[in-house]
């Protein structure tokens, strides 16, 4: 037995469940994704992952900029879904189409619910130091991931991991999970719990100005920042070799260091900088238009001494240490 299904997704996040759903023999009547954009070099426009998958698959593809005209409600009513899987789609369900399927309406999210609900749940654990998320399926309300759940599966956060690194495993247990949703759904075990009142929390959307690094915050806090925002938009802090034009430099991984000094002071040839308290280790780099490297290929080509400032609390060029 299989479920007729609509499946509703975009990014990279959404695609390994797609795949699990049709390696388990449900119909997926038809997929909903974000609408080409345009990307690289040529900005041609370019399908979302979700719509290049489908696509593969063999499964038709819509892709409405809206839900809220009464004709694409009436296109989406009209597929007689059983039930309709929503996984970082993008746009708000209205209720005519949270209604629609027979089953109802059903979200994979990448937190703890009721901590972290919104637009970016894993950047914001590990911008918060949480050291254990979730992945949920809950049976989804016009609120903001509100709806009750049925079921979670705990996800340790490693002291290093980042946030590219959560995704991807978080990816591939909210694919697990969902199927297993749907086999209780056709059974009738599938019993949603509300979310507690207590200890809510809003993932808002990253702002890349955000991702600038203040070595002035506590190093657990800098180390936090620069792993939830890797690989995407990436932390960065600005900075000059000797005789050099200032450059924006990305972190992509870093870990807690010892020593101390002056905040932004690098303290040794392992790119250990000082913060407010305690140190971090720069583990890997990304200078602009250049691939990602470790730190100590980053040091091959580019000189920072002993007691450079970095960031927003180092001196002028001039005025460095040589």
Same mark, same amino acid.
């Not at 696509?55 to 809220?68: C, M, S």
């Not at 949603?192 to 203040?214: L, R």
């Not at 034009?245 to 932004?264: A, F, H, M, N």
């Given at each position: 037995?299989?479920?007729?299904?609509? =499946?509703?997704?975009?990014?990279?996040?959404?695609?390994?469940?797609?795949?699990?759903?049709?390696?388990?023999?449900?119909?997926?009547?038809?997929?909903?994704?974000?609408?080409?954009?345009?990307?690289?070099?040529?900005?041609?426009?370019?399908?979302?992952?979700?719509?290049?998958?489908?696509?593969?698959?063999?499964?038709?593809?819509?892709?409405?900029?809206?839900?809220?005209?009464?004709?694409?409600?009436?296109?989406?009513?009209?597929?007689?879904?059983?039930?309709?899987?929503?996984?970082?789609?993008?746009?708000?369900?209205?209720?005519?189409?949270?209604?629609?399927?027979?089953?109802?309406?059903?979200?994979?999210?990448?937190?703890?619910?009721?901590?972290?609900?919104?637009?970016?749940?894993?950047?914001?654990?590990?911008?918060?130091?949480?050291?254990?998320?979730?992945?949920?399926?809950?049976?989804?309300?016009?609120?903001?991931?509100?709806?009750?759940?049925?079921?979670?599966?705990?996800?340790?956060?490693?002291?290093?991991?980042?946030?590219?690194?959560?995704?991807?495993?978080?990816?591939?247990?909210?694919?697990?999970?969902?199927?297993?949703?749907?086999?209780?759904?056709?059974?009738?075990? =599938?019993?949603?719990?509300?979310?507690?009142?207590?200890?809510?929390?809003?993932?808002?959307?990253?702002?890349?100005?955000?991702?600038?690094?203040?070595?002035?915050?506590?190093?657990?806090?800098?180390?936090?920042?620069?792993?939830?925002?890797?690989?995407?938009?990436?932390?960065?802090?600005?900075?000059?070799?000797?005789?050099?034009?200032?450059?924006?430099?990305?972190?992509?991984?870093?870990?807690?260091?010892?020593?101390?000094?002056?905040?932004?002071?690098?303290?040794?040839?392992?790119?250990?900088?000082?913060?407010?308290?305690?140190?971090?280790?720069?583990?890997?780099?990304?200078?602009?238009?250049?691939?990602?490297?470790?730190?100590?290929? =980053?040091?091959?080509? =580019?000189?920072?001494?002993?007691?450079?400032?970095?960031?927003?609390?180092?001196?002028?060029?001039?005025?460095?240490?040589?």
């Amino acid at each position: 037995m299989s479920l007729k299904i609509v =499946f509703m997704g975009t990014p990279d996040f959404s695609v390994p469940a797609l795949e699990a759903i049709h390696a388990a023999g449900h119909d997926v009547l038809a997929v909903y994704s974000q609408p080409p954009r345009p990307a690289g070099r040529g900005m041609a426009e370019r399908p979302s992952p979700v719509h290049a998958k489908a696509a593969a698959l063999g499964i038709p593809v819509r892709t409405p900029r809206a839900l809220r005209d009464a004709d694409q409600q009436t296109l989406f009513a009209d597929l007689r879904a059983d039930a309709a899987v929503v996984i970082a789609y993008g746009l708000i369900l209205p209720m005519p189409i949270l209604a629609a399927p027979r089953l109802g309406c059903f979200n994979v999210h990448a937190s703890a619910l009721p901590r972290w609900r919104g637009a970016a749940p894993i950047q914001r654990a590990i911008m918060a130091g949480d050291t254990e998320t979730a992945v949920m399926v809950m049976r989804m309300e016009e609120g903001l991931d509100t709806g009750p759940v049925g079921m979670t599966k705990r996800v340790p956060i490693g002291p290093d991991m980042t946030a590219g690194e959560l995704h991807d495993v978080l990816a591939s247990r909210g694919a697990e999970l969902i199927v297993r949703a749907l086999a209780a759904l056709e059974n009738g075990t =599938f019993v949603p719990v509300p979310q507690p009142d207590e200890g809510v929390t809003y993932a808002a959307k990253i702002d890349k100005k955000e991702a600038e690094i203040d070595f002035a915050r506590p190093a657990a806090e800098v180390h936090n920042h620069i792993r939830g925002l890797s690989p995407f938009p990436g932390a960065w802090f600005e900075t000059a070799p000797p005789g050099g034009k200032p450059e924006r430099i990305k972190v992509l991984r870093s870990t807690l260091g010892d020593g101390r000094g002056q905040p932004g002071e690098v303290l040794d040839d392992r790119l250990t900088i000082a913060c407010g308290e305690g140190a971090v280790r720069l583990v890997e780099i990304q200078r602009a238009g250049k691939r990602a490297m470790t730190s100590e290929e =980053f040091l091959r080509g =580019f000189t920072l001494p002993r007691g450079t400032r970095l960031g927003r609390a180092a001196p002028p060029a001039a005025a460095r240490p040589a």
